[in-house]
C-alpha cells in the first residue's frame, strides 16, 4: 500500500514535470493527492522539500553512495571496466521514466536557485570524486601522467552529459543510439588516456 508521503511524492513529479517546479503550488499537489491543503504540511514542510526528497531518490547519479565507493576503490584491477559501468548506470537511468520526469523538469528550470543549487552541488561533488579517481589511477601509471585530472573528469562527463541532452531533451536519439553513442565515447576516451 503507498502511503500518503509517497502519493505526495508521486503527484508532485507528475506535476513539476507537467508545470514544471515554478509552476505548481503545495495546493495543486494536496488537490492531485486527494488530501486537504492543509494536510500536506504533515508530511512535508513545503515544496522545496519535496523537491528535496524527489532529488535525492531520483536525481543523476550520487558518487559518494556506498555502491560507488566500493566500486572506485576495486578500479585498479580494472578502469576500463569502471568506466564501463558508469556509463551503464547513465544509460539505465534513462529506461526510469519518474528519473527522466525528473531530469528533464530540472533542465528546463535550471535557473530556478533551488532546482541550480541542488544539480550544481551534485555536478561539483561528482567531479571531485572523477578526478580523485583519475588522480589515482596516475598514481597507479594507469593513465598519461601528463593529463590534468579535473580536466580529464570534466571531458568523461561533458560528453555524457551532452547525448543524454540529446535523448532527454532534443530526442534525437533513441535508447539504442544513446547506448551505442556512450559506449563509443568510453572506448575512446579510455584509448586516449590509458598510460602506453
Known amino acids: 500500500m503507498v502511503s500518503t508521503r509517497e502519493k505526495i511524492l508521486n503527484e508532485a513529479l507528475e506535476l513539476f514535470a507537467e508545470n514544471g517546479y515554478h509552476g505548481t503550488s503545495m495546493r495543486e499537489i494536496a488537490k492531485a493527492v486527494g488530501i486537504k491543503g492543509s494536510s500536506i504540511y504533515n508530511h512535508f514542510s513545503g515544496k522545496e522539500e519535496i523537491f528535496s526528497d524527489l532529488f535525492n ?11 560507488f565507493q566500493a566500486k572506485f576503490m576495486a578500479a585498479d584491477v580494472d578502469p576500463l571496466g569502471l568506466l564501463n559501468y558508469f556509463g551503464s548506470i547513465v544509460i539505465k537511468e534513462m529506461q526510469n521514466q519518474k528519473k527522466v520526469k525528473l531530469l528533464k523538469m530540472m533542465l528546463k528550470e535550471n535557473n530556478n536557485p533551488i532546482v541550480k543549487k541542488r544539480l550544481q552541488s551534485r555536478m561539483e561533488t561528482n567531479i571531485k570524486r572523477i578526478s580523485a579517481f583519475f588522480v589515482h589511477l596516475q598514481e597507479e601509471g594507469k593513465i598519461k601522467s601528463y593529463l590534468d585530472p579535473e580536466f580529464t573528469a570534466e571531458e568523461f562527463v561533458g560528453n555524457l552529459i551532452y547525448y543524454r541532452l540529446r535523448f532527454l531533451l532534443f530526442e534525437l536519439d533513441s535508447f539504442e543510439e544513446l547506448k551505442t553513442a556512450t559506449q563509443r565515447h568510453i572506448s575512446f576516451f579510455w584509448e586516449n588516456i590509458k598510460a602506453n
Do not use: D, G, T, V
Not at 57 to 67: D, K
Open 57 to 67: 531518490y531520483l536525481a543523476p547519479l550520487n558518487l559518494e553512495s556506498a555502491e
